[in-house]
Nanobody, 128 residues
């Protein structure tokens, strides 16, 4: 079982950058597809990005392509989300999630309920 802990969220001005981290506690981190999701005030959880077990395949929602980069370091049991050119509409609680069975490029990997493990979230606030 994986326990996930996100960090790195903070208040930032529009156009700025942040890097979120998600540290996993289990011994089998490299066997999980990892995803980042976000939930803004009054909104449903939204897929942001996903990365394959080996880190070679990534997927992004259209609104963050070219601005966000997901990566992972399996030796450190950590997945990252580098966020550049931040916009006020990126304001949300960001969650990382893990699942053993998902394929990164599949539609299922964009669906929150398909992931087995979740972190507690980290708040990102972008001011204009």
């Amino acid at each position: 079982q994986e326990q996930l802990v996100e960090s790195g969220g903070q208040l930032v001005q529009a156009g700025g950058s942040l890097r979120l981290s998600c540290a996993a506690s289990g011994r089998t981190f490299s066997s999980y597809t990892m995803g980042w999701f976000r939930q803004g005030p009054g909104k449903e959880p939204e897929f942001v990005a996903a990365i394959s077990r080996g880190g070679t395949i990534t997927a992004y929602t259209d609104s963050v392509k070219g601005r966000f980069t997901i990566s992972r370091e399996n030796a450190k049991n950590t997945v990252y989300l580098q966020m550049n050119s931040l916009k006020p509409e990126d304001t949300a609680v960001y969650y990382c999630a893990a699942d053993r069975t998902l394929t990164t490029s599949s539609a299922r990997a964009r669906v929150p309920r398909e992931y087995d493990y979740w972190g507690q979230g980290t708040q990102v606030t972008v001011t204009s």
